[in-house]
């Protein structure tokens, strides 16, 4: 079940919760498709609250559980990658905006978590190869269709400067080809299409 990430306050004018069900009934026709992926943008005084939703296809190239050591690399690595908001989401250095947190989340993370755990044991008996393979083919088919899902907030020293935001994402993960944005700002609600060639969105 795809977890609330976002908490916002009572005052803004259309609440989170609200939002993301607009958006999930707005997508809900061509959910998950490879190359495109959706930004929730929630703007409250000083904080910047962003929510990340895409295929794992977009950011890793492949969606099936990491056992092969390469794979588990990959996926150790877009973690990594995931954790550096600040290098993925751009703000004017005026608005002074650094990352107070980052949360992630996807069944393949865990996954190669447990194939690590179990690669430990490589040295067990027949059997337990024999039961590891097929556990292995029901992860790969369980998560044939994986997401990823961050969520980050950003505090801004001065929040009257933050004019734009710029998505150096694009060139971090070039197998992400659109992201559809929906936002609350400070001015109302805002959406936009964002893609390589125009991966800039104005906040004011």
Do not use: W
Not at 74 to 83: D, E, F, G, H, N
């Amino acid at each position: 079940m795809r977890r609330q990430l976002f908490t916002l306050s009572i005052a803004l004018p259309l609440s989170l919760n609200a939002l993301a069900h607009e958006h999930d009934e707005h997508t809900s026709l061509d959910a998950h498709e490879h190359g495109v992926a959706s930004l929730n943008l929630a703007i409250e005084g000083a904080r910047v609250q962003l929510e990340l939703d895409s295929p794992a296809m977009n950011l890793l190239g492949f969606e099936h559980a990491a056992n092969a050591p390469e794979d588990i690399a990959k996926v150790k690595a877009v973690q990594a990658q995931l954790q550096q908001a600040d290098q993925l989401f751009r703000f004017p250095a005026a608005a002074g905006c650094s990352l107070a947190s980052a949360d992630l989340d996807s069944p393949l993370f865990d996954a190669h978590q447990e194939a690590e755990h179990e690669h430990e044991h490589e040295h067990d008996d027949h059997d337990h190869d024999a039961a590891h393979y097929e556990h292995d083919e029901d992860h790969e088919h369980e998560h044939s269709h994986a997401d990823i899902e961050a969520s980050y907030t950003f505090n801004c020293a001065q929040p009257d400067k933050l004019t734009h935001m710029e998505l150096p994402l694009f060139a971090v993960y070039p197998g992400l080809e659109r992201l559809n944005l929906q936002g609350i700002t400070p001015k109302g609600q805002m959406g936009a299409e964002l893609t390589r060639k125009r991966a800039t969105v104005q906040l004011d």
